[in-house]
């Protein structure tokens, strides 16, 4: 069987660098917040060329420290779009705010800027941008209309660590952003943990007072916080695993164009590239059938692992049943035809040209 995902052997290949960050920490003496930490957050803020980065407990709480931070709650709502991961629209609700579903572009499943306008009330005050599948979003327009109407713009990155958008990386292209390192992602950790980037200073300082008990001197508290912090233990696997995150990001960008040059099958729709190469980090692979789940058995039976992101459109999840009579068809198609192709880091050229042979074979029955 190909696996989707082998994370077993994507970390193995780091284990001595591994192994001596566990025995630095354990010699410490230092278990939270400490130098590994400190250093991570240099580090990543270098390398999405932002000011500040702070290490927080996921990517979750990273966007709900964002939107709490900027005193967004009640009354106040958020543009969003209606095919996210659920933790870009839990991270609202949360902070009793309101989430505003804004349909994404059938091509790119990028919000469509086209769209957000006609969502705009004097309320909103926030645009959540997701670039889903490891694509910036079309950051321009979006912009514009942010300066247009005085709207922050959040930046959901969980996906896409290292992407490009007109010489910047996301995570500098809004007023603050949130990153996830869950295992699977393009810079993974080997348990929790997430990041918020920003140029912002006073919203740093929130945050990392926010992130800690709403303190920035020990048993002193500004404001009613959190306990979201990145563990000093998973920093310094993140930084050894940073130095090798272009590397990473190149060698899924191989796969993906070995994908796109050479699938060719009149019932498999491939991803779109809206902008330069490097706009894409190929987080997954996301085609599109119309008989999802014929299709599935049929890589299933020629050993081959796929995977749905994701099989349910936020809308119809039983946590906003106040939302399950709306209709978003754009995303209601996205979700009922889309399945992932593996593709990693670690995915063998071999396996990836098998994988194109299978696809290539398929006819729906
Ligand atoms: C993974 C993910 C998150 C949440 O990150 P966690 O670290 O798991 O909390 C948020 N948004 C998107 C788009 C994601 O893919």
């Given amino acids: 069987m190909i696996p989707f995902l082998d994370l077993k052997k994507i970390n ?31 580090e990543f803020a270098d ?42 629209i839990l991270s609202i609700s949360a902070n009793g705010a309101t989430p505003v579903l ?8 990028n919000l469509d800027p086209n769209k957000i306008e006609e969502s705009i009330t004097p309320n909103t005050k926030a645009i959540l ?3 889903l599948y490891g694509q910036a979003c079309n950051m321009g327009p979006i912009q514009n209309i942010a300066e247009k109407y005085n709207l922050k713009i959040i930046e959901d990155c969980a996906q896409a660590h290292g992407a490009i958008y007109a010489d910047r990386k996301v995570g500098n292209l809004g007023d603050a952003a949130a990153f996830s390192f869950y295992p699977g992602k393009n810079l993974g950790a080997l348990g929790d943990g997430g990041a918020i980037t920003t140029n912002d200073e006073t919203l740093y300082s929130n945050l990392h007072a926010l992130r800690n008990y709403g303190s920035h001197k020990k048993y002193e508290n500004l404001y009613k916080g959190y306990n979201s912090r990145l563990d000093e233990l998973q920093a310094p696997i993140l930084s050894e695993k940073l130095k090798f995150l272009d590397l990473d990001n190149d060698y899924r960008r191989n796969i993906a164009s070995y994908y796109l040059n050479n699938i060719n099958n009149e019932h498999i729709v491939l991803p ?19 008989n ?14 796929t995977m749905i992101h994701y099989p349910i459109p936020p ?22 035809e889309i399945v992932s192709l ?10 990836v040209k098998r994988i194109v042979e299978v696809v290539n074979e398929y006819r729906p029955h």
């Fill in 342 to 351: 593996p593709i990693s880091p670690v995915l063998d050229m071999e396996d």
């Fill in 272 to 290: 779109y590239v809206e902008e330069e190469p490097e706009s894409h980090v190929w987080h997954v692979f996301v085609v599109r059938t119309s």
């Fill in 102 to 109: 804004v349909e994404p572009n059938l091509l790119t499943y």
């Fill in 47 to 88: 390398y999405c060329g932002t000011k500040y980065a702070l290490g927080v407990a996921n990517g979750l709480d990273g966007l709900e420290l964002i939107i709490r931070a900027y005193d967004i709650g009640p009354g106040d709502e958020i543009i969003v779009p209606s095919n996210t991961y659920i933790a870009s």
């Fill in 292 to 305: 999802r789940s014929d299709f599935i058995r049929y890589m299933n039976d020629n050993e081959i692992q």
């Fill in 129 to 131: 941008v997701v670039h």
């Fill in 315 to 336: 809308h119809k999840q039983e946590a906003y049943k106040e939302w399950n009579e709306l209709t978003f068809p754009i995303s209601e198609k996205i979700h009922s």
């Fill in 12 to 42: 193995l290949r780091h284990e001595e660098a591994i192994l001596n960050s566990v025995h630095k920490v354990l010699h410490s003496g230092w278990y939270i917040l400490g130098e590994e930490v400190k250093s991570f957050e240099s």
